[in-house]
């Protein structure tokens, strides 16, 4: 079908027809282009939404792997502290008791025997200390650690963006405008552009 066929079938005549057809072709392929706009944004807008939520899932499954991996390093430095302080305490416990037998037998009491002991004492509390502090640091490394592993997850989900889909309000009035400016060069494309006068 050629314009002049499309622009009579829209009922202009024939002096104006071909104009018309254009038009109404004109806008046609307008639509369908905004149309088509729309849904490529819409679909564009749906892949990045998914990539969006494959690298948020990918960054929150590492940092819980990794946090578990802090957390069993945790287990493993508690269970080391508590094994230490258990053999300091057996230790001490030796210690004490060979002094007091060593004493008894030498005959030595008292004051003596007190101050051998308050420092087997002392010396296990120190030991006692020193693991407590160690892993006190296990435990403050741990949580700056997992800050961190936050921080790196946040990152890592900001760095794809998440799709934005296309405003349906701001498509629907792209079309109509357009679909409105045909139909205003369709009413001047219709209209002849000889007007015969009643005087002539």
């Known amino acids: 079908m050629c314009f002049a066929e499309i622009g009579m079938a829209l009922g202009a005549s024939q002096a104006t027809a071909a104009a018309a057809g254009m038009t109404a072709v004109s806008t046609a392929i307008a639509g369908t282009s905004a149309v088509l706009q729309a849904q490529q944004a819409s679909n ?52 004490k008791g060979r002094q007091i037998a060593s004493a008894g037998e030498a005959g030595v009491a008292g004051l003596s025997i007190a101050n051998l002991l308050s420092d087997v004492e002392r010396t296990r509390l120190n030991n006692e200390g020193t693991i407590n502090r160690n892993f006190d640091a296990v435990l403050q490394q741990g949580k700056v650690d997992r800050e961190g592993l936050l921080s790196q997850a946040e990152g890592r989900i900001a760095s794809v963006q998440q799709g934005t889909p296309p405003s349906l309000l701001a498509s629907g009035l792209q079309i109509g405008g357009i679909a409105l400016e045909g139909y205003r060069q369709f009413r001047k494309d219709k209209t002849p552009i000889y007007k015969s006068s009643k005087g002539a």
């Open 44 to 95: 564009q807008a749906k892949s990045q939404t998914a990539q969006f939520n494959q690298n948020k899932l990918l960054a929150q499954r590492s940092m819980l792997q990794q946090a578990r991996q802090l957390s069993l390093r945790e287990d493993q430095e508690r269970a080391a502290a508590m094994d230490k302080k258990f053999q300091s305490n057996i230790e001490a416990a030796k210690i």
